[in-house]
T-cell receptor
């Protein structure tokens, strides 16, 4: 079955280290999204992509970057991890403009 | 004013009752509306989508949309303890690919 996966599911890292979170979907969806979810803030959009070689900043993009070299993957990189980036990260995808969006299982990241 | 507003709850209902969850949005040109269920420690799971005014039923779930009043609601009939979760309302505007999420309503179904 087609699906969306994230890895790792849990990650502990130190302040200042570079971290990359993987997101892979097998639905062939053009649109992919990265969110973070924190208590009191709900889901906040970090970056998104409408297709290969396309990336866009969301509302909380500082300190994060993404790249889209193929349809299936949208890795999220924390250039220099900060304690404020401790959060749960969700990747999501959907095929078109007004279609339903599906989430991956999430990555819990702790920055110490 | 938040773009998508939900009462944070918790909304507590007895087992077997109807749970009514509400959501208002500020963008008048919004086109697509979604309800997600999120269990603690899990990812959001899509349970309903609605695109036109009126009611849409799927099993025990009914989504209601009123674009003139800018609200969308979710009714859960015959509520079960397994329905206890946080319910997120999401709205997509006219031209953007982005979904705007509410902060969610926590539902507790008492056995």
């Amino acid at each position: 079955d087609a699906e969306i996966t994230q890895s790792p599911r849990h990650k502990i890292t130190e302040t200042g280290r570079q971290v990359t979170l993987a997101c892979h979907q097998t639905w062939n969806h053009n649109n992919m999204f990265w969110y973070r979810q924190d208590l009191g803030h709900g889901l906040r959009l970090i970056h998104y992509s409408y297709g290969v070689q396309d990336t866009n900043k969301g509302e909380v993009s500082d300190g994060y970057s993404v790249s889209r070299s193929n349809t299936e993957d949208l890795p999220l990189t924390l250039e220099s991890a900060a304690s404020s980036q401790t959060s749960v990260y969700f990747c999501a995808s959907r095929p078109g403009l007004n279609t339903e969006q599906y989430f991956g299982p999430g990555t819990r990241l702790t920055v110490t | 004013q938040k773009e998508v507003e939900q009462n944070s709850g918790p909304l507590s209902v007895p087992e077997g009752a109807i749970a009514s969850l509400n959501c208002t949005y500020s963008d008048r040109v919004s086109q697509s509306f979604f309800w997600y269920r999120q269990y603690s420690g899990k990812s959001p799971e899509l349970i309903m989508s609605i695109y036109s005014n009126g009611d849409k039923e799927d099993g025990r779930f009914t989504a209601q949309l009123n674009k003139a009043s800018q609200y969308v609601s979710l009714l859960i009939r015959d509520s079960q303890p397994s329905d206890s979760a946080t319910y997120l309302c999401a709205v997509k505007g006219d031209s953007s690919y982005k979904l705007i999420f509410g902060s969610g309503t926590r539902l507790l179904v008492r056995p």
